[in-house]
T-cell receptor, first 112, second 115 residues
């Protein structure tokens, strides 16, 4: 059974810092992995999707990497801003029926 | 191109009533997924539907919950005889089957409160 874990559960950094969020999964047989952002009381915004054949994806200040063999993904945020404050979720798609298995999230606070 | 739409955004029901949650996928998307986020818990998959077909309902509670995605109109998640434990945020997502990506796009959610 696929399980997804995210560490740390919460993170507080001063504005301008680079930071890394971690996601690990127990079954390496995945189809893809998505990173999302969720603001309080809101829906999910898709940030990056990495296919199982890819090692990384970049979008602006965000870079996500994937190491299937070790069951890990990282989300790197460069030059953090207060507007980056949100909960970040990673989700694994094991492909059988396209359902996403979510981690519990990392609550990020960027202090101005 | 409008995103995934869900309504209502907030729904209050008394115990024993029925709740109907609607989801309109993005234009061109024929795959719909429902997820539930209980208070202080993560998002959990409930059901995956294509037009007129349930593909995977492994996350649906065995009783009181049902889902449909008719040929015409939105997908509906129906909860009969609601109980307090059904209070949660219910999110719908949609995807377009392509050769390379099954990226899912999420709606804003429906927050159900059972009193």
């Amino acid at each position: 059974k696929q399980e997804v874990t995210q560490i740390p559960a919460a993170l507080s950094v001063p504005e301008g810092e680079n930071l890394v969020l971690n996601c690990s999964f127990t079954d390496s047989a995945i189809y893809n992995l998505q990173w999302f952002r969720q603001d309080p009381g809101k829906g999910l915004t898709s940030l990056l999707l990495i296919q199982s054949s890819q090692r990384e994806q970049t979008s602006g200040r965000l870079n996500a990497s994937l190491d299937k063999s070790s069951g890990r993904s990282t989300l790197y945020i460069a030059a953090s801003q207060p507007g980056d404050s949100a909960t970040y979720l990673c989700a694994v798609n094991s492909g059988a029926t396209n359902k996403l298995i979510f981690g519990t999230g990392t609550l990020l606070a960027v202090q101005p | 191109n409008a995103g995934v739409m869900q309504n209502p955004r907030h729904l209050v029901r008394r115990r024993g009533q029925e709740a109907r949650l609607r989801c309109s996928p993005m234009k061109g998307h024929s795959h719909v997924y429902w997820y539930r986020q209980l208070p202080e818990e993560g998002l959990k998959f409930m059901v995956y539907l294509q037009k007129e077909n349930i593909i995977d309902e492994s996350g649906m509670p065995k009783e009181r919950f049902s889902a449909e995605f008719p040929k015409e109109g939105p997908s509906i998640l129906r909860i009969q005889q609601v109980v307090r434990g059904d209070s949660a945020a219910y999110f719908c997502a949609s995807s377009r089957r392509t050769s390379n990506s099954y990226e899912q796009y999420f709606g804003p959610g429906t927050r159900l409160t059972v009193t």
